[in-house]
Nanobody, 125 residues
Framework: QVQLVESGGGSVQAGGSLRLSCVAS????????MGWFRQAPGKEREGVAV???????TYYADSVKGRFTVSRYNANTLYLQMNSLKPEDTGMYYC???????????????????WGQGTQVTVSS
């Protein structure tokens, strides 16, 4: 059974930085997609940063471009460096894994099979 464990969330002031980590247990093929998603209160879960193992590009939500950087250290480990944080970045951040290799990665939460428990990020103004 695959498990994903996120860490690194916390409370920061606007302009601050946080680094989120996600570690997956078990054997993970490096082609499988892993990505970061977030959900703010009252809003739908959205893709934040998803490296595409198909073409090597990375999807970033428009709202985080230039501020967030995702990196996949190895097949099991994913990071999200978040700089210049804004209050609107507040939410629960989730790491997710797609165990079906589709040839490319998407930003759609429905395409991901396994989810971590989430780590809370709170940014105050």
């Amino acid at each position: 059974q695959v498990q994903l464990v996120e860490s690194g969330g916390g409370s920061v002031q606007a302009g601050g930085s946080l680094r989120l980590s996600c570690v997956a247990s078990g054997y993970i093929d490096s082609r499988y997609c892993m990505g970061w998603f977030r959900q703010a209160p009252g809003k739908e879960r959205e893709g934040v940063a998803v490296p595409d193992t198909g073409d090597g590009r990375t999807y970033y939500a428009d709202s985080v471009k230039g501020r967030f950087t995702v990196s996949r250290y190895n097949a099991n480990t994913l990071y999200l460096q978040m700089n210049s944080l804004k209050p609107e970045d507040t939410g629960m951040y989730y790491c997710a894994l797609d165990l079906v290799y589709r040839g490319r990665c998407t930003k759609q939460p429905a395409d991901f099979d396994y989810w971590g428990q989430g780590t809370q990020v709170t940014v105050s103004s």
